[in-house]
């Protein structure tokens, strides 16, 4: 039997979509190093096979009813759903589950990096970066600002460089700036200040 035969098609679609979908959503929420094709054929797999174990109960209670035959349109809406629906929401679960602090105590937090972190909370701060040569680059990094996340490498963008004065506080911005690029080998510390904006108290 070839492998797009009808039989097969569903077969895949089956077991190795909604493990896909679940990767898929979990690297968007937890950046990783990438893995090889084959690890995630088989985490593929192990997902699918977990989403239906949490399902099954209804997936029974849909196959013993005449859903199909009396509401066929419902009856495939509870299989997308199933397939690929019901994937991404056990992760949202499972990223709630794994940022609570109890949970913390047992496992290592899901984020790898404190760069990762920091950033992906998207709050304004004041930042003063401080290089290997000992020289000091301040600016605010806003709305407008982006810090890449893994597995790339780290780089800053503050969308304003700013002057400091003599005891290190903000003095004014640098003329005509539109901000500034900082590669992550040449940084030796970051200082985050909060920019006063609600949600950074």
């Known amino acids: 039997m070839g492998i797009w035969e ?12 909604p493990g896909f979908i679940s990767i898929k959503v979990y690297e968007l929420l937890f950046p990783t190093q990438a893995i090889n094709y084959g690890e995630k054929v088989i985490d593929a797999l192990a997902y699918s096979c977990i989403n239906y174990a949490l399902l099954l109960w209804p997936i029974i209670a849909v196959e013993q009813s005449t859903l199909r035959q009396s509401w066929p349109n419902s009856y495939a809406l509870f299989y997308l759903f199933v397939l690929f629906i019901a994937p991404a929401l056990w992760v949202l679960a499972w990223k709630w589950i794994r940022e609570r602090d109890y949970f913390q105590a047992m496992v290592p937090h899901p984020t790898q990096k404190p760069w990762d972190f920091v950033f992906g909370q998207r709050k304004t701060y004041w930042i003063v970066v401080t290089l290997k040569d000992g020289k000091k680059i301040a600016g605010m990094y806003g709305v407008n600002s982006f810090a890449s996340s893994a597995p790339a490498e780290e780089q800053l963008y503050m969308e304003q460089e700013w002057i400091l004065n003599d005891e290190g506080g903000f003095e004014r911005p640098a003329e005509q700036t539109a901000g500034v690029i900082i590669l992550a080998s040449e940084i030796v510390s970051v200082e985050f200040m909060h920019s006063g904006e609600s949600g950074n108290e």
Request: no cysteine; net charge negative.
């Open 6 to 17: 009808a039989d097969d098609i569903i077969l895949f679609i089956a077991f190795m979509i």
